[in-house]
């Protein structure tokens, strides 16, 4: 018998548009933000099936990811990636560990910056 097998996918650089910051200017005018997620579970089955319900859909995990991004106001991008990670595990009991970068572009560091990125990693027990 094969031992189970460990799997992962991911979605890279989904963008939303929020009001996160430590900065009350932050909170009025916004920010651009970009998520990367890593699902890590074993999706043998569904694959041998080409079985949707034996691995995560993705849209659903979209739509978790835009709505803690863009339905709350956090201070820290750490708690934005710590709220994702565990609402997934919650969400989602296939899934056994997930990664989760939240990334804001432009941040407000009195220089020039691409982007601020907190990562997150959760496994689930």
């Given at each position: ?27 009025a ?5 970009e ?8 999706f ?68 020039i910056?691409d ?7 959760a496994?689930?027990?």
């Amino acid at each position: 018998m094969m031992s189970p097998s460990l799997s992962c996918v991911r979605l890279i650089n989904m963008v939303f548009y929020a009001f996160h910051g430590v900065l009350k200017e932050e909170h009025a005018v916004g920010a651009k933000y970009e998520v990367d997620a890593e699902l890590y579970f074993d999706f043998s089955e569904a694959a041998k099936n080409d079985d949707l319900t034996k691995t995560v859909d993705y849209s659903a995990v979209y739509r978790k990811i835009r709505e803690a991004l863009t339905l709350g106001k956090y201070f820290l991008i750490e708690t934005v990636a710590y709220e994702i990670a565990i609402d997934l595990l919650r969400e989602f009991p296939v899934v056994n560990h997930a990664v989760i970068k939240v990334r804001k572009r432009n941040p407000p560091v009195d220089g020039i910056c691409d982007y601020a990125e907190a990562s997150y990693s959760a496994s689930r027990g």
